[in-house]
């Protein structure tokens, strides 16, 4: 399994950026894929993911409202559309994957997702 992120990059507060994770090497509609980020000094957390086959999402009460994850199940690809940037919102964001539906418990640690992308950078200025 194979997970490519893009789409990071800079933005002033307000604005928006739209991060894109390709998967290859599994179907990747019957698994939990989501959208972690780390900010430096800060736990690994989940702002948005997709629980398993059925579409059900979870997101972070910090994003939501601002973000809205999304997939393409024909290109194995997942986004995160990000708007409303706040300079908290910085913090390099990883997509992650697990296998079957996660529940949200278990969506919310880290440990519980194998597969990682490299991660890309988001930073926010105020």
Do not use: H
Not at 79 to 84: A, K, T, V
């Amino acid at each position: 399994v194979q997970l490519q992120a893009s789409g990071g990059g800079w933005v002033q507060a307000g604005g928006s950026l739209r991060l894109s994770c390709a998967a290859s090497g599994l179907t990747f509609s019957t698994y939990t894929m989501g959208w972690f980020r780390q900010a430096p000094g800060k736990e690994r957390e989940n702002v948005a993911t997709f629980r398993g086959s059925d579409g059900d999402t979870y997101y972070a009460s910090s994003v939501k409202g601002r973000f809205t994850i999304s997939r393409d199940n024909a290109k194995n690809t997942i986004y995160l559309q990000m708007n409303s940037l706040k300079p908290e919102d910085t913090a390099v964001y990883y997509c992650a994957l697990a296998p079957g539906r996660l529940i949200v418990s278990q969506v919310r640690d880290a440990k519980n997702f194998g597969s990682w992308g490299q991660g890309t950078q988001v930073t926010v200025s105020s």
